[in-house]
C-alpha cells in the first residue's frame, strides 16, 4: 500500500488544511457530529482530502459505506446498493462523479430523496460544469482547497517522525517537498516515498536529491484542459484587467512554464479589444505584434514578446464600451427586431440616400436604424481621454451643424 494510503488519517484533526470544512466550527464537522445525513458534492484539486473527508464523514453517520467511480460504476450497482439498503439507509461514496452521464446521476435522484442513499460524491472539476441542475440542487457543495506548503510540510514532518518508510527525512527536505508539489499532499507524500526508496537512508536525502527526482515538480498542477488550466487564464486576464502588471507577468509565466503557449496568445488579443478597446486603439496592434513574434519564436523565447504585450495590457487606460454596445445589439436582433434594412442604405444607389461627403464635417443628419429601432443606443463612450474627446467632437458636430452643403 502506498504510503500516503496507508497514513490517510482517520479524524478530522489529522487533516491537512480544510479549517472551513473539518475545523472546530467547520460544516463537515458539525454534520459528523450530529449525525446529519445529507448528501453533498466535494469538488477541488487532487491531493485536497475529499476522499479522506468522505471516509471520516460516512464513518461519523455510521451507515453501511459503498465505495464507488463513475469511470467503471453503473446504474446497476446503485440499484443493487439501494435496494440492499435497510431502514437507516446507506452512504455511497461516488468518486469522479462528473463522468456519470446524465442519465446515470438521474438515477441517484430518487433514492437521495427517500434517503435510502446519502450520496458523497467527489469530482476534481467545476460541478456546475459537469453535474447536472437537479442533483446539484439537492446536494450541499462543499469546495476543497489547496493546502498551504507550511501545512503539508507539517504532515511530513508528522509521519517522518514516525516509524515508517521516511522516518528521519531531514526538515529541510519535508519544506522543499511541500514547496514543489502544488498543494497535493497525497503528491508531497508519495514523493518523498520515492525519494527514500533510493538506496539511502531517508536521514541522508537532501533537498537536491528530490529537485533532481522531479525538476519540473512544481507544475504538478497544471493540466491544460483541466479547471485549473482555465483558472490561469481566468487569472491572467483579471488581473491585466485590474492594472495589475505584477499578478500578470505572475500568470502569464504560470502559463507557459506549463508548456502552453496558445492560450495566452488568443487571450491576450481578446484582452486588447474587451478590457483596453478605444481607450487605447493601439494596443490591439502592439498585442498581435506581440503574438505573432512569439508564435514564430515558439517556446522558451515567446515569453520576451508576450511579457511586453502582457506589460502593456496591464498598464494601459481600459475601456469595455464596446462589450456592452455588442450585447445590446445582439440582444435587439435575437430578439426579433430590425430585420427589414431602410429602403435609402439599402443598396450601392438607393432612391434617399444622402451622401456625408458632400456635407461640412463628412457628416449629414440620416436615419441608419431600422424603423423599429430609431433613436436606440448601443455605445456608450467609456471615460477615458480618447473615448471623451472623440464624443466631443462628434457632439460638436452633430448640435451646430445644419444639413447644409459644403
Same mark, same amino acid.
Not at 133 to 153: G, M, N, Y
Given at each position: 500500500?502506498?504510503?500516503?494510503?496507508?497514513?490517510?488519517?482517520?479524524?478530522? $484533526?489529522?487533516?491537512?488544511?480544510?479549517?472551513?470544512?473539518?475545523?472546530?466550527? +467547520?460544516?463537515?464537522?458539525?454534520?459528523? $457530529?450530529?449525525?446529519?445525513?445529507?448528501?453533498?458534492?466535494?469538488?477541488?484539486?487532487?491531493?485536497?482530502?475529499?476522499?479522506?473527508?468522505?471516509?471520516?464523514?460516512?464513518?461519523?453517520?455510521?451507515?453501511?459505506?459503498?465505495?464507488?467511480?463513475? !469511470?467503471?460504476?453503473?446504474?446497476?450497482?446503485?440499484?443493487?446498493?439501494?435496494?440492499?439498503?435497510? +431502514?437507516?439507509?446507506?452512504?455511497?461514496?461516488?468518486?469522479?462523479?462528473?463522468?456519470?452521464?446524465?442519465? @446515470?446521476?438521474?438515477?441517484?435522484?430518487?433514492?437521495?430523496?427517500?434517503?435510502?442513499?446519502?450520496? !458523497?460524491?467527489?469530482?476534481?472539476?467545476?460541478?456546475?460544469?459537469?453535474?447536472?441542475?437537479?442533483?446539484?440542487?439537492?446536494?450541499?457543495?462543499?469546495?476543497?482547497?489547496?493546502? %498551504?506548503?507550511?501545512?503539508?510540510?507539517?504532515?511530513?514532518?508528522?509521519?517522518?517522525?514516525?516509524? %515508517?518508510?521516511?522516518?528521519?527525512?531531514? $526538515?529541510?527536505?519535508?519544506?522543499?517537498?511541500?514547496?514543489?508539489?502544488?498543494?497535493?499532499?497525497?503528491?508531497? !507524500?508519495?514523493?518523498?516515498?520515492?525519494?527514500?526508496?533510493?538506496?539511502?537512508?531517508?536521514?541522508?536525502?537532501?533537498?537536491?536529491?528530490?529537485?533532481?527526482?522531479?525538476?519540473?515538480?512544481?507544475?504538478?498542477?497544471?493540466?491544460?484542459?483541466?479547471?485549473?488550466? =482555465?483558472?490561469?487564464?481566468?487569472?491572467? @486576464?483579471?488581473?491585466?484587467?485590474?492594472?495589475?502588471?505584477?499578478?500578470?507577468?505572475?500568470?502569464?509565466?504560470?502559463?507557459?512554464?506549463? +508548456?502552453?503557449?496558445?492560450?495566452?496568445?488568443?487571450?491576450?488579443?481578446?484582452?486588447?479589444?474587451?478590457?483596453?478597446?478605444?481607450? =487605447?486603439?493601439?494596443? !490591439?496592434?502592439? %498585442?498581435?505584434?506581440?503574438?505573432?513574434?512569439?508564435?514564430?519564436?515558439?517556446?522558451?523565447?515567446?515569453?520576451?514578446?508576450?511579457?511586453?504585450?502582457?506589460?502593456?495590457?496591464?498598464?494601459?487606460?481600459?475601456?469595455?464600451?464596446?462589450?456592452?454596445?455588442?450585447?445590446?445589439?445582439?440582444?435587439?436582433?435575437?430578439?426579433?427586431?430590425?430585420?427589414?434594412?431602410?429602403?435609402?442604405?439599402?443598396?450601392? =444607389?438607393?432612391?434617399?440616400?444622402?451622401?456625408?461627403?458632400?456635407?461640412?464635417?463628412?457628416?449629414?443628419?440620416?436615419?441608419?436604424?431600422?424603423?423599429?429601432?430609431?433613436?436606440?443606443?448601443?455605445?456608450?463612450?467609456?471615460?477615458?481621454?480618447?473615448?471623451?474627446?472623440?464624443?466631443?467632437?462628434?457632439?460638436?458636430?452633430?448640435?451646430?451643424? +445644419?444639413?447644409?452643403?459644403?
Amino acid at each position: 500500500m502506498p504510503l500516503a494510503d496507508e497514513m490517510r488519517p482517520k479524524s478530522f $484533526d489529522e487533516m491537512v488544511g480544510q479549517e472551513e470544512l473539518v475545523g472546530p466550527h +467547520g460544516i463537515l464537522r458539525t454534520m459528523a $457530529d450530529n449525525k446529519v445525513s445529507r448528501s453533498v458534492i466535494f469538488y477541488g484539486p487532487p491531493g485536497t482530502g475529499k476522499t479522506t473527508a468522505a471516509l471520516i464523514l460516512a464513518d461519523k453517520l455510521g451507515k453501511p459505506l459503498f465505495r464507488l467511480n463513475a !469511470i467503471d460504476a453503473q446504474v446497476a450497482d446503485i440499484k443493487k446498493i439501494a435496494s440492499e439498503a435497510d +431502514g437507516n439507509g446507506v452512504v455511497v461514496y461516488l468518486d469522479e462523479i462528473q463522468y456519470f452521464n446524465k442519465k @446515470q446521476q438521474q438515477s441517484l435522484l430518487p433514492y437521495t430523496e427517500s434517503g435510502a442513499i446519502t450520496l !458523497i460524491a467527489a469530482t476534481t472539476e467545476n460541478p456546475y460544469h459537469g453535474i447536472y441542475d437537479a442533483l446539484l440542487s439537492r446536494c450541499l457543495v462543499l469546495e476543497f482547497k489547496r493546502p %498551504t506548503p507550511k501545512q503539508i510540510s507539517s504532515r511530513l514532518k508528522k509521519i517522518a517522525s514516525e516509524q %515508517t518508510p521516511i522516518h528521519g527525512l531531514p $526538515d529541510d527536505t519535508c519544506d522543499v517537498i511541500a514547496n514543489i508539489t502544488a498543494g497535493d499532499a497525497r503528491r508531497a !507524500i508519495n514523493l518523498a516515498e520515492a525519494a527514500c526508496s533510493l538506496g539511502t537512508k531517508p536521514s541522508d536525502v537532501l533537498p537536491g536529491d528530490v529537485l533532481k527526482l522531479v525538476p519540473r515538480a512544481n507544475m504538478a498542477a497544471f493540466d491544460t484542459r483541466g479547471d485549473a488550466h =482555465y483558472s490561469y487564464i481566468s487569472a491572467l @486576464q483579471k488581473s491585466i484587467r485590474g492594472s495589475d502588471p505584477d499578478a500578470a507577468v505572475f500568470w502569464l509565466a504560470k502559463l507557459l512554464e506549463g +508548456g502552453d503557449i496558445v492560450s495566452p496568445c488568443r487571450r491576450l488579443l481578446v484582452i486588447a479589444c474587451e478590457d483596453i478597446g478605444l481607450a =487605447y486603439p493601439n494596443a !490591439i496592434v502592439h %498585442t498581435l505584434a506581440c503574438v505573432e513574434a512569439a508564435e514564430r519564436l515558439g517556446l522558451p523565447e515567446a515569453y520576451k514578446p508576450l511579457t511586453q504585450a502582457v506589460l502593456l495590457l496591464a498598464t494601459a487606460p481600459k475601456s469595455n464600451s464596446n462589450e456592452p454596445a455588442w450585447m445590446a445589439a445582439q440582444k435587439d436582433i435575437r430578439e426579433g427586431r430590425g430585420a427589414t434594412v431602410p429602403s435609402h442604405i439599402a443598396s450601392e =444607389y438607393a432612391p434617399g440616400y444622402v451622401y456625408p461627403h458632400d456635407y461640412p464635417n463628412h457628416w449629414v443628419r440620416q436615419e441608419y436604424l431600422p424603423s423599429d429601432l430609431h433613436g436606440r443606443k448601443y455605445y456608450t463612450p467609456g471615460d477615458n481621454p480618447t473615448e471623451q474627446q472623440a464624443a466631443a467632437y462628434w457632439d460638436a458636430v452633430k448640435n451646430n451643424q +445644419g444639413g447644409e452643403r459644403k
